[in-house]
């Protein structure tokens, strides 16, 4: 009984030895979603790395982190974006008011909005389906088998035993936003922006 | 020397746009307004009495109108009003949103009681649609005696006294919106509500000298500019230089810290000097904003000269448009998560809202101005210069 | 439980989780009916779940309004399954799962016989099963759906309103359109083109010569030419209906255009040439895989499994991977301490100098598997546990000009004895593989004696031999095959072999030394980019060597022939789908395919004339097939003979054929002159299809019926079975069947009453005749075939066949099967297929499905073969060629490279498949154009930046596109990126009644490359450049300039 008792804290790992760089996740979750046209909850950023012929590829899907210290949970002023009791952030459609200030809070461009809900979005670990006992659509879909989902306080899980036995990464742990996405082998240059071209002052 | 290459990404377009930059400017205005208001009344400053009514009802009128900017940013604004229950303590918008209703109410009392006298004066002295009107916004306090007058200016002391910090805070939460993003290089910084307090103050001098000149030459009952009212006006552009003289000095320790922060911080600092930001950001916003007004405050030539001053005036508030706008947008087209700067178009109903409110603060402001006693009651016929002078003596 | 149960069971759990944070106000009140509309308060658009699993127990329960069907996916050709949600109120697909029972979207898969149910907890999270036994779909397999609703999808049939191509079209009904192509006549009177058209009667004559001079090239009814791209599992019924029933022999996969030189090459090194095996390397086994193209995780056939067993074999598993190609794709996860990048850069079309380079340096090095490659039998090879055996030591005449020149010396041709039994088959060999020719007495050198004898009497042979044995008193050279292999790999110095691959020695030696060094754990893989060039057989020869010189074949980690399927459209255990009477199409094939141009009427005529008879007016291919990108050309050129009717169906073979399409085939197609009628059966209105006279519906494959094969890599058996899983947004005919190729063949069939079609068209296996009236008859019998197969499956029990819903879908078919088969058939269909358990992958160290015959290091028919225009013998074994025309001119030759500096290639698209899905929304927001990509120090050079506007200029055209500067382009190469460019498919408006079907912005961006691809300018008549011994039209090996613009 304890163990039911026991708060849920969901979380992903993204083991990137096995992400193929297929975007099912992307298209996945914009069916599973219904993410409008143009905008992505998750989408996998890929960069080339090297100097000739010296090059190597890497890939690096991005979502919504669901941060254990959300920038974005403090910057809404009407406490639309609030975190479910097991630890995911979601967004209260009728009662955003789309003031966008969350996006601007958001470290890490999980967010934004919704053309045709005019309110906010973002990934939502799939909650609904979360809740019926499934898997995120992206994980279900993930032909890697990169990402992996599951209950962090649950030692015995596939994902709190990835964290336990792999050095794993977070994307900007500067922030101290305590992300509850984890990488396995992300490669540094690919993980945040890139200012180079900014400063050599291309415009 | 750079070794990667980006394959694939997406987009993220800047999110808080132009609407949030004019409405950082108009509370900007107001609130700078406001404090010079207050040097007479609160700080006692004799000469700056005769701008206090002057200063406050632009700082009102400024007020009516900018949270329009915000409430029309918003994706759902029907919904705006939730702001005022469903609270968030660690928003700075939440708090805004009871700062944004307490300051104008404030100040419209604190301007009620700097105008009773003249309205109960003009219930019985004017005729006609004035007296009406005056008669009304006496509220039935029309007692003129020496007692009532002094607890009048008992009264604007306090509410003044509460009012600038409420002008402060009103325009220094606008700087922690900012401030408290640690996401963004450029805002996250404990100097940036100063930062934006002082700008406010560059371009609330800058658009008072501006409203003073062409509401005295116009609207006031002398329908001319006194030549104490020229003294006061160029005075207060001397104020204007200290102002703009700390403004650039915080521009510059911010700018010096930045670039000894991180690498997000020395980009954005990059983009802003170097890169495509250059010309919004030292051309208009400190080369126009405050470079020339500060030499046009300086010489001793120009800075006698009315026209000029204006000038300069009118300066400040180009500059701190382009100062809300590099920071408010360039802040976040600094790239989070991608190796370009964020796009940003701005929305055409967007800026044709920002017109139209333009359009109605002008509107607001010629009303006030021509049918509030700012600069004390009209002559009407039966009135002698004395008790006209005496009118404006209680100032 | 009923719906409202279900609602509530969910609402129930969302409630308390919401509970926190007094977000009560968070579930709206709305939740508890609303359920289904809006599944969740938190999201309010996302799709309604398909089931509830509960974490801790697992129970299932199911919600009552979605319905899970199982299919296969189209969305490429790899026919992976997948589970199909469908709304039951709106009958509309929702979204596409994997389907855990199929080895393409599982590893490991399970087990043929779980219950249907528990296969749904691979959703779940319940004992991490969602995890452990995840299925998946790929980004297309995910979207493709997405085609059957679109909005410009063809629904009725169409009559062309105005000149061929001119995009002006009528609806006509589907009796009329029967009608008028079955009977022809003056079909276009109306638009002032009279003249009679010969309909699908007048040409199904089958006696009268189309050439009465040269009646070799067969009966007028040969002029019905059917082009049938994809092989999506429907593929075998009109190939049936026109080689068969109708009786022409042009009948044309798109082989031709998707790595066939690749294909033939497999055919000659297992040299079996009527099944179609090819290999490719086991991943999860190896230690290190050199991918020659064909990047795992970048396109591949079949996709999903590769790119999947690719990561995992890196991350879990031993293997690395090199990645040899022009282009860095994605494929390889180097470990993080990996002290070089495994892209190897190639010169495009270098591939054969690489391989060859390292079949010189392995005998340089003594580094060839020689214990392997000395067992000349599968006996010989046992004893060394080996296997697979090669005919490495037999010996081949190599005696010039001597008649035999070419061919294996025979023992009987020394007097040695030949033995009395021949050897047994492998136990665990294919049925198919096992039905081995006539045994052949081949002679090796016996490495103990130093004699030649019979194969069968020598367990070590001679892998190096050159000499001379003397028949009938004439002193012979003989070489040994592996001899042969060697000669010709030194006929080129390694700086040759560099300079042609644009590779250093030293990174060849590097490589060379790391394949040879993992034993039989190091293989090879390759598709498109090797052999889409004009060396593409001789090239992949060399690729696939290298397995041999290792020894890996039919070991784990080596090169696996794979499970293959099960006996579908076939002389299979219930119904004989193979036999059609009199179905025997005569003649030749108007490709120039599949027979020696010495057997042809031209050949006969002109030496009968006395003249030299090479060079043919245009090649012939004896070896390969399906060569869809030959047919057009030879139409244009009259030879053999041109066409009376051109049917297309799921192919477009002017958009996918390099060095096609231009004005002059433009022109040559919108005549009705020259080829009188085109109909063309499609979904949407394609860049090949819009030059039809008439356009027949038809169904997408979550509408029709299939067997789809699997493509290779899978060890294990597999079939996948396709059944409409929606009803079909097309219109039914008056016989109840939807507007299909299968409904359009069966009434042209009954109207010409042609054999094999109708109430007797299929006889049983007791040979009593069934009927075959639709295209459920047809592939219901096929999974009838599979079902029974080996052992048979078990037959469906009742919760099962509940859960499944299969009964009340298929009433309409119950005729089509036996009850006993319906009910293995039902077992079937629920699981989407059939497929041979995980475990039987491997025996130990060596695979379960093997191939069981000799692997040809020298091909006997290959070297016997001679080439077409020039009339000399074909190399038998593997060898380096540089791309040539016909002529034998090299391309550098006649565009060298300081006027071409560039060589551009072409790659798959991630978000499409070839020019399809080009209409799926979901895809086309992802990415709806292509560039130009080039290597940074090539792009400084030029002054160019990612997003200038470009030029690129081939000696066949040129075309503007945006840059995309890469570090990971090879120096001195460009890469398009294929499946853009469209000028049909959407990218064009036309009308219908007048009515005007707009044009989308976003369809027809980008550049094609195959309008820029090379023709062979050396030939008579416009045709591409194509490899003369594998038929593959080449696509990677064009010469080009580029311009800033
Ligand atoms: N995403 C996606 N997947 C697909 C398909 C699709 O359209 N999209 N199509 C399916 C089909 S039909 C097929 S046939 C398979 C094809 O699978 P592949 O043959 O693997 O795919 P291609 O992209 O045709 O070619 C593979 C690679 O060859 C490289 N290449 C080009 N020229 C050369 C060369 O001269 N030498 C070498 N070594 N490499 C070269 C290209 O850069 C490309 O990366 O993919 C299937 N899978
Ligand atoms: N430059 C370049 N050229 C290439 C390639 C390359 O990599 N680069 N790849 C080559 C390869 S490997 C291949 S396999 C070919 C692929 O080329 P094709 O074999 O022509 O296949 P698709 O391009 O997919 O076109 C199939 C057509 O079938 C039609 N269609 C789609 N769905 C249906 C349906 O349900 N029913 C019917 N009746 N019709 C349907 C559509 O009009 C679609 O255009 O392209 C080849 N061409
Ligand atoms: S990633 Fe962004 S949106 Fe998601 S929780 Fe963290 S801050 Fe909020
Ligand atoms: S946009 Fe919506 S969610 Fe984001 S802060 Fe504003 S109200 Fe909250
Ligand atoms: S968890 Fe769901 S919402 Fe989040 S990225 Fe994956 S599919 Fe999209
Ligand atoms: S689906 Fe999995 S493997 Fe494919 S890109 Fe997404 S994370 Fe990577
Ligand atoms: S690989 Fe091809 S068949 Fe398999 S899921 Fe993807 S698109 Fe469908
Ligand atoms: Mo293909």
Not at chain 3, 290 to 300: E, I, L, S, V
Not at chain 3, 705 to 730: F, Q, S
Request: with cysteine; hydrophobic share 40%; aromatic share 10%.
């Amino acid at each position: 009984m304890a163990e039911a008792e026991k708060k849920k804290r969901y979380a992903m790992v993204v083991d990137l030895r096995k992400c193929v760089g297929c975007n099912a996740c992307t298209v996945s979750c914009k069916i599973e979603n219904q993410v409008p046209e143009g905008e992505y909850r998750t989408w996998v950023k890929e960069i080339e790395k090297g100097t000739y012929p010296e090059v190597t590829r890497y890939r690096l899907p991005r979502l919504c982190n669901h941060c254990d210290n959300a920038p974005c949970l403090a910057a809404c002023p009407v406490k639309a974006t609030y975190r479910a009791d097991d630890g995911t952030i979601l967004i209260d459609y009728d009662h955003c008011i789309g003031c966008k200030y969350c996006m601007a809070a958001c470290p890490y461009d999980a967010r934004f909005v919704n053309p045709i809900r005019k309110t906010a979005e973002k990934c939502t670990f799939c909650y609904h389906r979360v809740q019926a006992g499934l898997l995120p659509a992206c994980v279900t879909t993930c032909v890697g088998g990169a990402r992996v989902f599951g209950d962090l306080n649950d030692p015995q899980s596939l994902v709190a035993k990835l964290i336990a036995n792999n050095s794993v990464q977070v994307l900007k742990p500067e922030m101290n936003t305590k992300p509850m996405v984890y990488y396995i082998g992300a490669d540094r240059d690919i993980m945040g922006a890139r200012y180079t071209n900014l400063e050599k002052g291309v415009k | 020397m750079d070794n990667v290459t980006y394959l694939a990404n997406i987009d993220h377009p800047v999110q808080l746009g132009v609407m949030i930059a004019i409405y950082f400017f108009y509370t900007g205005l107001s609130a700078g307004a406001f404090v010079l208001s207050s040097l007479g009344t609160v700080f006692g400053i004799k000469k700056y009495k005769s701008i206090a009514k002057a200063g406050v009802v632009m700082a009102i009128a400024l007020l009516a109108i900018a949270p329009l900017h915000l409430i029309g940013d918003l994706e759902q604004p029907q919904r705006f009003y939730t702001l005022f229950y469903r609270l968030n303590p660690h928003s700075a918008i939440s708090y805004g949103t009871f700062l944004l209703t307490l300051y104008p109410l404030n100040s419209v009392i604190y301007l009620w009681f700097m105008m009773r006298r003249d309205f109960a004066q003009g219930a019985v002295t004017l005729t006609g649609f004035r007296q009406k009107l005056y008669r009304f916004l006496t509220f039935g306090n029309g007692d003129l005696s020496e007692q009532a007058l002094a607890k009048d200016d008992l009264w604007i002391k306090r509410l003044g006294t509460l009012g600038v910090p409420l002008a402060l805070l009103v325009h220094g939460y606008t700087g922690f919106i900012l401030a408290n993003i640690q996401a963004r290089a450029l805002w996250h910084t404990g100097l940036m509500p100063l930062i934006f307090l002082m700008s406010a103050m560059v371009s609330g001098t800058g658009l008072l000298i501006l409203v003073l000149i062409l509401t005295e030459r116009f609207l006031s009952p002398e329908k001319m500019l006194t030549p104490e009212r020229k003294a006061l006006i160029l005075d207060i552009g001397q104020l204007m230089k200290w102002f703009i003289v700390v403004d650039g000095t915080l521009m510059v320790i911010d700018f010096i810290v930045l670039y000894y922060s991180n690498a997000a911080g020395y980009a954005a600092a990059e983009v802003l000097l170097h890169g495509s930001h250059q010309t919004m950001f030292l051309g208009v916003e400190l080369g126009l904003g405050l470079l020339l007004p500060f030499v046009l405050t300086l010489l001793s030539k120009t800075k006698k000269s009315l026209g000029w001053i204006s000038l300069g005036s009118f300066c400040t508030l180009i500059g701190v448009i382009a100062m809300r706008v590099n920071f408010v947008i360039g802040g976040q087209q600094l790239p989070l998560s991608t190796d370009t700067l964020n796009p940003y178009t701005a929305a055409p109903e967007h800026l044709l809202m920002i017109g139209i409110f333009a359009l109605a603060e002008i509107v607001i402001l010629y009303l006030a101005f021509r049918f509030l006693p700012v600069y004390g009651l009209p002559k009407n016929p039966t009135a002698s210069p004395q008790n006209f002078k005496a009118g404006h003596e209680v100032m | 439980m009923n719906r409202r149960e279900f609602l509530k069971s969910v609402a129930v759990v969302g409630s308390l989780t919401a509970a926190g944070l007094g977000m009560e106000r968070m579930i709206p009140d709305v939740l508890a009916d609303e359920m289904m509309a809006n599944p969740t308060p938190y999201d309010h658009d996302a799709l309604p779940v398909e089931m509830r699993i509960d974490p801790k127990t697992g129970s299932i329960t199911l919600n009552p309004d979605i319905a899970l069907k199982a299919s296969v996916c189209l969305g490429c050709w790899s026919n992976c399954g997948n589970r199909v949600k469908i709304d039951k109120k709106t009958g509309k697909i929702m979204r596409v799962l994997g389907n855990p029972y199929h080895p393409s979207n599982a590893e490991p898969h399970l087990p043929f016989k779980t219950p249907l149910k528990d296969s749904y907890l691979s959703l779940g999270q319940y004992q991490e099963l969602g995890h452990i036994q995840k299925a998946t779909v790929c980004q297309r397999g995910n979207a493709a759906f997405q085609m059957v609703y679109d909005p410009n999808r063809i629904l009725t049939p169409l009559k062309r309103a105005g000149k061929r191509g001119e995009g002006k079209w009528k609806p006509i009904t589907w009796e009329q359109a029967v009608q008028e192509t079955v009977e022809g006549g003056e079909l276009f009177k109306e638009m002032g083109e009279n003249g009679v058209i010969e309909g699908l009667r007048q040409v199904h004559d089958k006696t009268t010569p189309l050439n009465p001079e040269q009646p070799g090239w067969g009966p007028k009814a040969n002029q019905l030419v059917f082009i049938g791209g994809r092989d999506d599992g429907r593929t075998e019924f009109p190939k049936r209906f026109i080689t068969q029933c109708f009786g022409s022999p042009n009948f044309f996969g798109h082989g031709g255009i998707c790595g066939i030189s690749r294909r033939v090459a497999f055919l000659a090194f297992l040299d079996t040439w009527d099944k179609k095996p090819h290999m490719k390397a086991d991943y999860m086994g190896s230690e290190f895989v050199m991918f020659f193209g064909n990047a795992p995780g970048q396109a591949g056939a079949p996709f999903q499994p590769m790119a999947r067993k690719a990561a995992l074999a890196q991350a879990e598993g031993k293997m690395k991977a090199v990645i040899v190609d022009p282009v860095l794709q994605n494929g390889m996860y180097n470990s993080p301490n990996a002290e070089e990048s495994s892209w190897v850069p190639i010169r495009p079309g270098g591939d054969g100098a690489l391989a060859m380079a390292m079949v010189r340096w392995a005998f340089e090095q003594k580094k060839i598997n020689e214990s392997y490659l000395a067992a000349p039998t599968k006996a010989a090879a046992a004893k060394k546990g080996n296997p697979s055996w090669t005919n490495a030591t037999y010996l081949v005449i190599q005696e010039p000009n001597h008649p035999d020149f070419g061919k294996f010396l025979r023992a009987e041709q020394i007097g040695l004895k030949t033995p009395e039994k021949d050897q047994p088959a492998a136990a665990n060999a294919q049925p198919a593989a096992n039905a081995q020719p006539a045994p052949i007495n081949y002679v090796a050198i016996d490495k103990a004696t130093g004699n030649p004898m019979n194969i069968a009497d020598t367990n070590e042979g001679v892998i190096l031999y050159s000499g001379k044995v003397t028949i009938d008193g004439q002193e012979i050279l003989v070489k040994s095959a592996l001899q042969i292999l060697l000669d010709e790999a030194n006929r080129f110095t390694f700086e040759e072999y560099a300079e042609a691959c644009g590779l250093t020695k030293e990174r060849i030696f590097k490589l060379s030394q790391e394949f040879f060094s993992h034993g039989t754990k190091a293989a090879t893989d390759h598709h498109g980019g090797v052999s889409m060039h004009t060396n593409g057989f001789y090239s992949s020869m060399a690729v696939i060597m290298l397995n041999a010189l290792v020894g890996n074949i039919n070991r784990k980690g080596g090169s696996t022939k794979s499970g293959g399927g099960y006996i579908a459209v076939d002389k299979g255990k219930r119904y004989d789908l193979t036999a059609v009477p009199d179905g025997k199409a005569k003649g030749f094939k108007i490709s120039r395919e599949g027979a020696n141009y010495e057997d042809t009427p031209e050949f006969k005529a002109r030496k009968a004339k006395g003249e030299n008879p090479y060079p043919a007016t245009l090649p012939w291919t004896p070896l390969a097939d399906s060569l869809e990108g030959h047919v057009i050309p030879s139409m244009m050129a009259g030879y053999p003979y041109s066409a009376k009717i051109l049917m297309l169906w799921m192919t477009n073979p002017l958009y996918a054929t390099p060095g096609l399409f231009r004005n002059d085939v433009e022109d040559y197609i919108k005549d009705p002159k020259n080829i009188p009628l085109i109909i063309g059966v499609d979904v949407l209105m394609g860049d090949s299809t819009q030059y039809s006279d008439y356009i027949i519906p038809d169904t997408t494959f979550y509408e029709s019926w299939g067997v789809p094969t699997v493509w290779n890599t899978i060890l294990t058996k597999a079939n996948g079975a396709r059944r409409p899983v929606i009803e079909p947004l097309v219109p039914k005919t008056k016989g109840g069947e939807p507007y299909s190729l299968e409904a359009y063949l069966i009434e042209v069939g009954k109207l010409l009453n042609l054999p094999g079609v109708g109430d007797k068209g299929i006889p049983n296996a007791q040979g009593e005749a069934a009927p075959m009236n639709s295209a459920a008859d047809f592939f219901l019998k096929a999974m009838a075939n599979i079902a029974f197969d080996e052992t048979p499956v078990p037959d469906i029990d009742a919760e099962e066949l509940q859960l499944a819903g299969l009964e009340e879908d298929l009433k309409p078919y119950q005729s089509s099967l036996t009850p006993e088969e319906w009910k293995k058939v039902y077992y079937l269909l629920a699981r989407g297929g059939r497929f041979e358990d995980y475990d039987k992958n491997y025996d130990g160290d060596v695979l379960h499905n093997q191939f069981a015959k000799v692997i040809n290091i020298y091909n006997e028919k290959l070297g016997l073969t001679r080439d077409s225009m020039t009339g000399k013998q074909l190399p038998g074994t593997a060898t380096w060629q540089p791309t040539a025309f016909a002529d034998g001119r090299t391309i550098d030759e006649v565009y060298p490279d300081q006027d071409w500096p560039f060589q551009v290639i072409s790659y798959k698209p991630r978000y499409r498949t070839g020019g399809y899905l080009s209409n799926v929304a979901v895809l086309k927001d992802l990415q709806d154009t292509n560039y130009i990509e080039l290597n940074l120090g090539d792009a400084a050079k030029l002054g160019i930046q990612s997003g200038d506007k470009v030029k690129l200029v081939t000696p066949s055209g040129e075309a503007e596109g945006t840059a995309k500067v890469r570090r990971g382009v090879r120096q001195g190469s460009i890469a398009v990126e294929y499946g853009f460019g469209h000028w049909g498919a959407g990218a064009k408006s036309y009308t219908v009644d007048g009515k005007e079907i707009p044009a989308d912005p976003k369809s027809g961006k980008g550049v094609l490359l195959n309008l820029l691809a090379l023709r062979d300018t050396s030939m008579k008549n416009a045709h591409p450049l194509v490899d003369l011994v594998g038929g593959s039209a080449d696509r990677n090996t064009i010469k080009a300039r580029l311009i800033k613009l």
